[in-house]
């Protein structure tokens, strides 16, 4: 019998398996695919302390400070470059909105310059097309290698004896006097002291029949990515209104997202083919993005798909383990942040699920601080 079920084989869960094994405890990860099945790999890999919610920034901050040395730990690459992060305008009301946005965040002690001219952002950035107006620059933000970080959290995991089941999903948490005790399975009921639920958009549906609400509505991003281009822009881009933004990968590919939009589809019956973008999706985000790296007109493009984010009210995650449920830990609803800030979330469940303090104050993340009918944040999507 493991100590610990963690549901959910993506960066939260692995991540936190990781950690619970570096522990010494017991570890099985129950994943209802294969690992990193859905928003760890649709992600763009932006890992970004730039405009985050002052309650996420120090968890944001932490991680980038991890990010330099987690290979070592890992013991295998995850593609992190730290080259910073533009944030551009294309139009004078985007470059007021961002000028703000740097003065509010300086005061928060970021590393965040405005530029206030194209000829200052291309020198940092020389791939960018002359109708940017102006931007803001993160030197410490940067991006990493969703699949190579999804290979490295499991390699790593295996190796201290974790096991991680794919194609195992977990269809109910079992109770047991008032504490959950396990997760039944179609292999059979799994026992365990603790149970971390780290199934990202799924998670609100096995919560449900213990009576806990975790808000969460499913939005849809769309990702193209190029063929292999020579090395052009190391930085990670996002723009004023978050309607685009994108990446050159380590391999030379460009990957570039949408911003957000609605999705009418239902969670128990997704699959890759219906998220996948339209022809009018991508066309719009062409021609969204050539103008801010000209270099993309003559790219080829590889492949598209669509990704969901599980977004709650305030925009920010849940990691807690709720009182009245003895032996829970839930780690969810990461809104559009959870790959940057995987790492620390790790760190944080694994100290919930043993009871630890951490470093880091968690009452923005507890899950009782939703009002029954909550509205949704406007969120925005930027690396
Ligand atoms: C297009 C896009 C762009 C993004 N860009 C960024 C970015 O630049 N920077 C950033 O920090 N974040 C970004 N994000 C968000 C980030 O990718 C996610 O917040 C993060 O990957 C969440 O990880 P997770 O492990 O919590 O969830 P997931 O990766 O969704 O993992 C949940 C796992 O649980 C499994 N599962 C579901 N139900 C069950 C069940 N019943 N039993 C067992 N397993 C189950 C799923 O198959 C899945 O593998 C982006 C997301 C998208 C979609």
Redo the contacts with the bound molecule.
């Keep these: 019998m493991p100590d610990i079920i963690v549901?959910?084989?993506?960066?939260?869960?692995?991540a936190t398996a990781c950690a619970l094994a570096g522990a010494g405890l017991a570890v099985s990860v129950?994943?209802?695919?294969?690992?990193?099945?859905?928003?760890?790999?649709?992600?763009?890999?932006?890992?970004?302390q730039s405009g985050r919610d002052p309650a996420e920034l120090p968890l944001a901050r932490a991680a980038v400070a991890r990010w330099s040395q987690w290979h070592l730990e890992l013991g295998a690459e995850t593609g992190y470059r730290r080259k910073g992060n533009l944030r551009l305008a294309r139009n004078p009301a985007e470059a007021a909105a961002i000028r703000a946005m740097v003065k509010t965040q300086r005061a928060l002690g970021l590393n965040l310059e405005f530029l206030a001219d194209i000829k200052d952002i291309r020198a940092i950035a020389p791939a960018i097309g002359e109708g940017v107006l102006a931007a803001s620059f993160c030197p410490d933000d940067g991006?990493a290698d969703?699949d190579m970080t999804i290979a490295a959290l499991a390699g790593l995991a295996r190796r201290k004896g974790v096991t991680l089941q794919e194609g195992?999903?977990?269809?109910r948490l079992i109770t047991t006097a008032g504490r959950v005790t396990g997760v039944e399975t179609p292999g059979g009921r799994l026992l365990a002291d603790r149970v971390i639920v780290?199934?990202?958009?799924?998670?609100a549906?096995?919560l449900e029949p213990l009576g806990i609400r975790l808000p969460m509505a499913a939005k849809r991003?769309?990702?193209m990515q190029t063929t292999p281009q020579p090395p052009a822009f190391g930085q990670?881009f996002g723009v004023a209104n978050a309607d685009c933004?994108g990446r050159q990968e380590i391999d030379g590919r460009f990957r570039i997202?949408t911003g957000i939009g609605d999705w009418p589809g239902e969670l128990a019956t997704w699959s890759e083919a219906g998220l996948r973008p339209s022809f009018a999706e991508i066309a719009g985000l062409i021609a969204r993005t050539v103008p801010i790296l000209p270099l993309l007109a003559a790219s080829g493009l590889e492949r598209v798909w669509g990704?969901?984010?599980?977004l709650t009210p305030d925009a920010l995650p849940v990691l807690d383990a709720p009182a009245d449920w003895p032996g829970l830990v839930i780690?969810?609803g990461?809104?559009?942040?959870?790959?940057?800030?995987?790492p620390v979330?790790g760190t944080i469940l694994k100290a919930l699920a043993l009871g630890e303090a951490t470093e880091f104050e968690l009452s923005p993340f507890r899950l009782d601080r939703f009002e029954p009918h909550a509205a949704f944040a406007p969120l925005t999507?930027?690396?």
């Design positions: 549901i959910g084989g993506g960066m939260t869960g692995l129950l994943e209802a695919r294969q690992l990193g099945a859905m928003a760890s790999t649709w992600t763009l890999g932006g890992v970004r991006h969703p195992m999903p977990a269809l780290a199934c990202g958009l799924h998670a549906g096995l991003v769309c990702v990670v933004a997202t990704g969901l984010i599980d780690g969810a990461f809104s559009g942040h959870g790959f940057g800030i995987g979330s999507l930027h690396g």
